[in-house]
């Protein structure tokens, strides 16, 4: 255990007492104790990407692409390192600019942001890594969503962390989910790699009143940008995520990668970001800070069908009489997520398992339904719900009806919400 966990642990102990802790090492150990290996892209592969990308350039369709680097007295060695990650990229239509201006996180980005020519933005911390096919990546997406006819505002990716005290040690992979309203008020879990639509960027600039959590803030504020341009359905379009490992986020003493802990000014500032996003979306609400640093939970004061007229449902998990989780957050593929886990298990070092996330399917069993839309829904479907889908249906039978219900609301245009704390035990 490093001086870094130890200090993770007692800082969460003096919060949530013994009992919580000692659940909460278990699941670390467990998220350790899961394999992971970060392998580089082969050589050929690097090099049939540049051809690619060459060939994009010679068709006028490779965007230029800003990589903006704030930077502030950086370790030397690992300052020489994230600019060997940027400038052997396999995309070679880039621009690395670097920005070292006075006055906080906020300000030093804007600088780099006006200085930029790209079409595209990407967001790179000055002691962070590229993996070496990162911008091709994030380019190939963005040309796939515009042969869908979709302008995307911003691209992200996942990540995981390194260590270099001694030989690189890739760890804490971040497989992060496409994009997820709701689970982006409960923490900035879209965080590295970021790309983002220039005009855009240069219109809307980092918020100097949120540094610590200036991202997220920044984050909010696209997903409003989007909105107004159709539904749900239509907003979340218009942020891709590409599901690979792009981004390699440097753990030493003093980052936010290695403890968070000692920076509460930034979850603070994530806390006020969330708030007044919705407030400025007229949403009566709380946003309290949970168990966890840096995660929070949206307390609605207001009916949420009318707090959130984009949610057309809200479901919960479900329970055995052990506590363990039996079902409730479903994949449209009809996996059950947290199958198993202890009621207050948090899902590991993502915290989903305790989050409010927007769900592809919920269960059947535990579920309220926007009544204008229940109204608008078929009889067999009504009859269901009235009778209890969970009495008299095995397993299989009731993840099937609930995945029918909750396509059936999603093609309606709504997000359908799942509440952690909205529990019914089966």
Known sequence: ?????????????????LAATIAAARERLADERVPYRYDLPAAAELERQRRESGEWMKAGTAPLVSVVVPAWKPVREHFEAMRASVESQSYGNFELIISEEPGGISANTNAGIARASGAYIALLDHDDLLAPDALYHLVKAVKAAEARGVRPLMVYSDEDKIRTESEPLFFAPNRKPDFNYDYLLSNNYICHLSMIDAAVLKQLK???????????????????????AGGPACADARFLHVPRVLYHWRSHKDSTAESGAHKSYAHEAGRRAVSSHLRSRGVNCAVQETAHRGFFRVQYFDDIFVSRPDIGAVGGKLTDRRGRMRGGLYTGKGEILFDGQPRGASGGFTHRAACQQDAEAVDCGNIIIRPKLLHSLSGEIRELLSEGCVNGMNREERIRASINLCEKIRERGYRILWDPLMEKRI
């Open 206 to 228: 980092m918020n100097g009143e949120y540094d610590g959590s200036q991202d997220h803030e920044l984050f909010l504020r696209l997903f409003a940008q989007a909105e107004p």
């Open 1 to 17: 255990m490093t001086r870094s966990d130890i200090k993770k642990t007692l800082d969460y102990a003096g919060r949530n007492g």
